[in-house]
């Protein structure tokens, strides 16, 4: 159990390492997180600095979530790799070390799920890809592509623990968008290319 808790407490550092802030730092001198939405997560990125940094922060934070999953799956221990993958997105939503002030979580959930689960996840991410090409809201392609996992994994027939690692993964993204979910019954979200609305 303490060997347990210690590889969660690593993954949730992992989570930490906030890409977003870095390319931010590296690519246009500043603190991603005091402009645009605040966010330090790929879509403000893209808003602020464009394609090729969103892209780079986007790769970044799918692949912690990744290596923390094939890092820890060789361990044998199913409840410990979910357990981890669920500390990884916490790591990246609240991070210690950024004063708690993280992204959402969307590309990091992706790719821990492109790990435990690659068909479901390809799914659901094929399902908010269509919803952001044809809404241009990348809130709620990210919405629906998360929330949809739970449901995903049940038609796959899928254990009922990554069923329920999904429902978790899925309702903490619903959370972190709550704001967003707030302007699109509002009608004031932001598209694709649109100028951020204050």
């Known amino acids: 159990m303490q060997n347990y808790f210690i590889w969660i407490i690593i993954a949730y550092f992992i989570g930490n390492f906030a890409t977003s802030y870095l390319t931010s730092k590296m690519m246009g001198k500043i603190d991603i997180r005091e402009h645009g939405s605040g966010n330090a997560g790929a879509t403000n990125v893209l808003r602020v600095l464009g394609v090729k940094a969103a892209l780079i ?27 981890c993958g669920l500390a990884v997105i916490i790591g990246h939503n609240f991070p210690l070390l950024l004063k708690f002030k ?15 689960d690659p068909l479901a996840a390809a799914i659901s991410v094929g399902l908010g890809m269509i919803l952001i090409v044809k809404s241009k809201y990348v809130s709620l392609g990210s919405i629906t592509g998360m929330a949809s996992l739970p449901f995903v994994l ?9 069923v329920i690692f999904g429902l978790l993964v899925g309702l903490l993204a619903v959370y972190q968008h709550r704001t967003n979910i707030n302007r699109l019954l509002k009608g004031t979200e932001n598209k694709i290319g649109s100028k951020r609305k204050k």
């Open 102 to 116: 993280g992204g959402k979580g969307i590309a990091t959930s992706i790719g821990v799920f492109l790990v435990v």
């Open 57 to 83: 922060t986007f790769i970044g934070d799918a692949l912690k979530g990744a290596i923390v999953v094939l890092m820890v799956r060789p361990l044998g221990h199913a409840q410990l790799t979910l357990a």
């Open 154 to 162: 049940l038609i796959l027939r899928r254990p009922l623990e990554i």
